[in-house]
């Protein structure tokens, strides 16, 4: 199996432990950031729309069930789907209106899956979660799953049973890297929501049990480290970090801001930290305090093609049509993408409804799109250099062509992180980020071992 080390570039101090390790991670790219346009505008609001289409399993595991009739009346913040089980997410009504039913709704896989329909009355008549009445770890972490919070970052787990790690984990960090190109809310959210994001961490450490907390963000948020430096007590360390992705990737954060290593197949809790996205610790932050449920985010919209780019708080079930006609996006440009354009999604429809872990909406143009034809490999080796689980992609991908999936698993296809990194650096223009991908998929459904 070709995996490199992790590799040095300098040195810190671990805080608690008072060890020496080597910080930076091995591999990884440049990409130009792209960011310089949005991350200037201060986080406005989408207009509410007519009509949402409330999606039910926009997080991992299993989708919710609705839990109000055709015809009924709702509240904003009124839970309107159920968790079905620990790894699945309440869905709350992000208005006033009436429910129209459970219908099909292209979802961004480009198929079909269930949604409700609510129709806006714009009333705006709204219901909270009561009041703590104590704040203890099963509180708070009581509070974190009644209120359907999942990782905002896009991963969409949801965050109480990543927080439940009963004392496994000694560190938390707070991912505020926003490494991909273009999106900006997080580093938004720390600058004008900074007390309530600290609070979240404050909240996210009393329910996970860790004793401190590390704030990873990349050194080209200036304003976002000065305000957390501002708000953050002992308890919670700022840590700028090198601009460079995937600073964000998770085990690429853990070891810059820990020197711990996640072992491949296992879970950051086994390296004893559990690691939360900016926005889920406002949501954490607001489902406490306020007792307001997670019905809307903050999205980056941005690119290109996109006539305003600009930082939004959207409610989940929004169409992005309404935000891309809000923000002049360009429906026929090169390429529309959900997420960062590393490793966010192609959107096949605007008719798709915004969710919980839709952190941006790029409208790419065609200068920003690599769309060279596919030429045979040259072996000039970059895709290696530039991988940061230090994998031979070029490998991979040659087992993947003559269908041995027995020999990608021993390149070690399953440590891929799915970052792009490869793809981006191969002057071949070889889809090798996309070939591992399904790889993967083709691996753990067929159960194949190396
Ligand atoms: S996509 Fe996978 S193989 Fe390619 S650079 Fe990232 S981790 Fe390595
Ligand atoms: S970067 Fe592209 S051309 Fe170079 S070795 Fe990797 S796959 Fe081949």
Redesign the pocket.
């Known amino acids: 199996m070709a995996m490199r080390k992790f590799c040095a570039s300098f040195e810190v101090r671990d805080g608690q432990e008072g060890r020496i390790f080597l910080a930076y991670f091995s591999g990884g790219v440049h990409p130009h950031g792209c960011k310089e346009r949005a991350a200037s505008c201060a986080i406005g609001v989408c207009p509410e729309p007519q009509q949402f289409y409330l999606p039910l399993d926009r997080h991992i595991g299993a989708p919710a069930v609705p839990c109000v009739q055709a015809g009924e009346r709702v509240l904003r913040g009124q839970i309107v789907a159920r968790a079905a089980g620990r790894i699945s997410a309440n869905v709350f009504a992000p208005a006033a209106g009436t429910v129209r039913g459970v219908v099909g709704h292209i979802s961004p896989s480009g198929k079909k899956t269930d949604h409700i329909l609510l129709e806006n009355d714009f009333t705006d008549e709204c219901v909270s979660l009561p009041p703590l009445s104590e704040r203890t770890p099963e509180s708070v972490l009581a509070r974190i799953a009644e209120a359907g919070i999942v990782g905002m970052g896009g991963a969409g787990f949801p965050t109480a049973a990543k927080l439940d790690v009963r004392g496994r984990a000694d560190v938390l960090v707070l991912n505020a890297a926003e490494c991909e190109p273009y999106i900006t809310c997080d580093d938004r959210i720390l600058r004008e929501y900074t007390e309530e994001a600290v609070q979240g961490v404050r909240l996210a450490l009393l329910a996970c049990g860790a004793k401190r907390a590390v704030v990873g963000i990349e050194k080209n948020k200036p304003e976002a480290i000065a305000a957390l430096r501002g708000a953050c007590g002992e308890e919670i360390e700022v840590r700028p970090l090198r601009t460079r992705y995937p600073q964000g990737a998770e085990k690429q954060l853990i070891y810059a801001c820990t020197g711990r290593k996640v072992p491949e197949g296992k879970l950051p809790a086994d390296a004893g930290v559990v690691v939360i996205n900016v926005h889920t610790a406002l949501a954490i932050a607001r489902a406490v305090e306020r007792g307001e449920p997670c019905y809307r985010r903050v999205m980056t919209v941005s690119g290109g093609a996109c006539g305003r780019p600009q930082n939004l708080w959207v409610k989940n079930g929004t169409l992005l049509r309404e935000v891309a006609a809000l923000c002049e996006g360009d429906a026929d440009c090169a390429r529309i993408v959900s997420g960062g354009p590393m490793m966010g999604e192609p959107v096949f429809s605007l008719k798709v409804a915004a969710g919980k872990t839709t952190s941006a909406l790029l409208f790419l143009s065609e200068a920003e799109t690599d769309r060279r034809a596919v ?10 250099q ?1 991988c940061p689980m230090g994998l031979s ?2 490998f991979i ?1 040659d087992a993947v062509f003559r269908k041995d999936l027995a020999e990608a698993v021993r390149y070690g296809a399953q440590a891929c992180i799915g970052c792009g990194c ?1 793809s981006y ?6 889809l ?1 980020a996309q070939s591992i991908k399904l790889a993967k998929k083709q691996i753990k459904e067929r159960g194949i071992h190396g």
């Open positions: 030429q045979p490999c040259i072996g000039c080796g970059k895709c290696v530039a992609p070029t991908e490869c650096v191969c002057p071949a223009g070889r090798l």
